[in-house]
């Protein structure tokens, strides 16, 4: 007996035909920044609603870090829709064949950006379109993945065949603090001896002031210290400041110009009578502050302005509730002392259907056993070399003050 067909209400059925519409992603290759800023709305609206979410990821990073490094790129992001809504971005640029996110290598985390129940159909729309009708690329390096990334959570339940041409590496551990529920692992860490006693030198010395920037100009005469003090700083053990270059000082600006200071970005100075001794830039998003760069006055060593610096940022952290401090990337030995935990970091590597890929995919597989084995060593090299600078600049410094003293003496006579 055949039954009778039940015709639905019209409204359910006008519901269903809605579900199946979004049930099929599209995907738009987009190699016009303009037609990113268009989608900035939809953008800010899918970072805005992940609780984990990075400065990195915000379109306003976005813009600022085009503004200043686009001219060495070429924009291949990938836009994901269901019907008529964005429900997903990946940024991404290439340069050289190489395809990286955008944003990197200046973020310390990278991501895609979506809500959690698209991630994974995100990915499948992303990498399809990636192998399938992207041309021109050797590889794509999606670096400075942390292990609560989208993409890490996600990428294994690519299908077998585009997993087929996917590689996680891990790469890099991030030293980060974590005060506990009632922040009292705070306390613990600013009562140091080591950092009381550098603390009452540098407050013998004259009135100690720390305070966050709040006006442009203000900030933009700062910066400039900062740059001048920073690529100061890097000479004297011998290494190149990343702000000897114009284009990193033009991005720290356009930061301040697309972030501004009063929300999400921090820009702050301490002095001693008046005059600056070391300057921090962070950022500080859904609960968590993050220490992005920093330096110092080498004429001001003496009184160990980096740390006295460290100790108010933590202060400021206690006194703002602040649920994790992140020292961001980098292995400097001062984060072991004041860290408590570490996190992970990974790249995925992701090569097209040939058979350079496939060779590529071999060398990658073969890194991902090597590379524990080098970072360790880089580590050991790096601690022996970071000792023989303290060294060094320590004896310049004798030597300095010692001809100073001299001159001073022939002077007087």
């Known amino acids: 007996m055949t039954l009778p067909a039940i015709a639905l209400?019209?409204?359910?059925?006008?519901?269903?035909?809605?579900?199946?519409?979004?049930?099929?992603?599209?995907?738009?290759?987009?190699?016009?920044?303009?037609?990113?800023?268009?989608?900035?709305?939809d953008w800010k609206r899918l970072w805005q609603s992940d609780p984990q979410a990075e400065i990195f990821q915000s379109p306003e990073w976005a813009i600022a870090w085009w503004s200043s490094f686009g001219h060495r790129y070429t924009l291949c992001s990938l836009v994901v829709f269901a019907a008529d809504e964005v429900v997903g971005i990946v940024p991404l640029v290439k340069r050289n064949g190489v395809i990286q996110f955008l944003g990197t290598p200046e973020a310390?985390?990278?991501?895609?950006?979506?809500?959690?129940?698209?991630?994974?159909?995100?990915?499948?729309?992303?990498?399809?379109?990636?192998?399938?009708?992207?041309?021109?690329?050797?590889?794509c390096c999606l670096q400075h993945l942390s292990e609560n990334s989208r993409v890490l959570r996600h990428y294994r339940a690519l299908p077998r065949p585009l997993l087929a041409n996917v590689r996680c590496i891990t790469t890099e551990h991030y030293q980060i603090f974590l005060p506990g529920k009632?922040?009292?692992?705070?306390?613990?860490?600013?009562?140091?001896?080591?950092t009381k006693r550098i603390r009452n030198k540098l407050q013998k010395a004259g009135q100690v002031r720390f305070r966050q920037l709040d006006t442009q100009q203000e900030a933009k005469t700062h910066l400039t210290n900062f740059f001048h003090h920073h690529v100061r700083r890097f000479a004297v053990?011998?290494?190149?400041?990343?702000y000897a270059a114009r284009d990193p000082?033009?991005?720290?600006?356009?930061?301040?110009?697309?972030?501004?200071?009063?929300?999400?970005?921090?820009?702050?100075?301490l002095e001693l009578d008046d005059r600056p001794l070391a300057w921090y830039f962070g950022f500080e998003?859904?609960?968590?502050?993050?220490?992005?760069?920093?330096?110092?006055?080498?004429?001001?060593?003496?009184?160990?302005?980096?740390?006295?610096?460290?100790?108010?940022?933590?202060?400021?952290?206690?006194?703002?509730?602040?649920?994790?401090?992140?020292?961001?990337?980098?292995?400097?030995?001062?984060k072991n002392r004041f860290s408590n935990a570490s996190r992970e970091t990974f790249?995925?590597?992701?090569?097209?259907?040939?058979?350079?890929?496939?060779?590529?995919?071999?060398?990658?597989s073969t890194q991902n056993y090597v590379q524990p084995l080098l970072r360790g060593m880089k580590k050991k090299v790096k601690s022996r070399a970071t000792m023989r600078a303290l060294r060094s600049v320590r004896r310049w410094k004798i030597a300095a003050s010692a001809r100073m003293k001299k001159t001073d003496e022939n002077g007087a006579r």
């Not at 790249?347 to 990658?364: D, E, H, L, M, N």
């Open 9 to 41: 209400p019209e409204n359910e059925r006008r519901e269903g035909l809605a579900a199946a519409r979004r049930e099929l992603l599209r995907c738009e290759m987009v190699s016009d920044f303009g037609r990113l800023q268009e989608l900035s709305s």
């Open 108 to 139: 310390d985390y990278a991501d895609i950006v979506c809500s959690e129940q698209w991630s994974s159909r995100v990915l499948v729309a992303a990498f399809q379109t990636l192998q399938e009708s992207t041309t021109g690329w050797k590889e």
């Open 182 to 194: 009632d922040g009292a692992g705070f306390d613990s860490v600013l009562g140091k001896h080591h």
């Open 237 to 242: 053990t011998g290494r190149r400041s990343v």
């Open 249 to 269: 000082q033009q991005f720290m600006s356009a930061l301040v110009e697309e972030l501004g200071l009063r929300d999400r970005l921090r820009f702050g100075v």
């Open 285 to 334: 998003v859904n609960g968590k502050f993050l220490l992005y760069q920093h330096t110092f006055d080498l004429d001001a060593a003496g009184y160990t302005p980096g740390e006295v610096l460290l100790w108010n940022l933590l202060a400021y952290s206690r006194d703002h509730f602040i649920r994790e401090f992140d020292f961001g990337s980098g292995d400097e030995l001062y």
């Open 347 to 364: 790249s995925i590597f992701i090569q097209p259907r040939s058979f350079a890929g496939r060779v590529r995919g071999v060398v990658r």
